[in-house]
């Protein structure tokens, strides 16, 4: 094993459509399943982690959200993709569900849901770890693994970009895409 990658979903492999609860909405990103595919050939283990409080905010329920799930496992299944861990944050502190109310560890940029995986999936702790995501709270939650991080310009990338930068925040790198960033990720772990 090279590495783990946590992947972000909405914005980064799918098109971000904002609380997303049509299965029929799911639409990966241009080579998003390609980029996936050369991780996982390369040795990386695909982690996906995602930030789902419209759960919280009655937004969708917890059937609707599990209907997109599987939809989004049948999209990149069907382009050869399995990926090794994908978990849901329901969470809101300020959601209008009590069930999923809380002030929990799991919402990005909390490490919960990482921590439990790499637990799960025996991970040595000497593993590298890599982060892609479209939001500032992805790349928060990867400098507190230890992470590499990539912002990739998909999804709310490009605005998120420019408000980092104004709040002194970066990303290791800003790319285009999935596609940019698998290519860095593999290149990155060749130097190491
Ligand atoms: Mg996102
Ligand atoms: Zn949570």
Redesign the pocket.
């Known amino acids: 094993m090279r590495g783990i990658v946590f992947l972000?979903?909405?914005?980064?492999l799918i098109e971000?459509v904002g609380y997303l609860r049509d299965p029929s909405a799911v639409r990966i990103l241009p080579g998003a399943a390609e980029a996936s595919r050369l991780l996982s050939r390369e040795g990386f283990l695909l982690a996906v982690v995602?930030?789902q409080a419209g759960l919280a905010k009655g937004k969708f329920t917890a059937v609707e959200m599990e209907a997109v799930h599987r939809a989004f496992l049948a999209a990149f299944e069907t382009e050869g993709v399995v990926f090794d861990a994908v978990e849901y944050c329901p969470h809101h502190p300020e959601g209008a569900v009590e069930a999923y109310r809380r002030a929990c560890g799991c919402r990005k940029p909390g490490t919960g849901l990482p921590d439990g995986i790499l637990r799960r999936l025996r991970v040595p702790d000497s593993c590298p770890r890599f982060v892609v995501?479209?939001?500032m709270s992805?790349v928060s939650m990867g400098v507190r693994l230890g992470a590499a991080t990539i912002l990739v310009g998909t999804?709310?990338g490009n605005a998120e970009n420019v408000s980092g930068e104004r709040a002194g925040i970066a990303p290791d790198v800003f790319l285009p895409g999935m596609r940019e960033a698998a290519g860095w990720i593999v290149s990155h772990g060749k130097d190491s």
């Open positions: 972000d979903r909405d914005g980064t971000e995602s930030n995501g479209d939001k992805d999804g709310y």
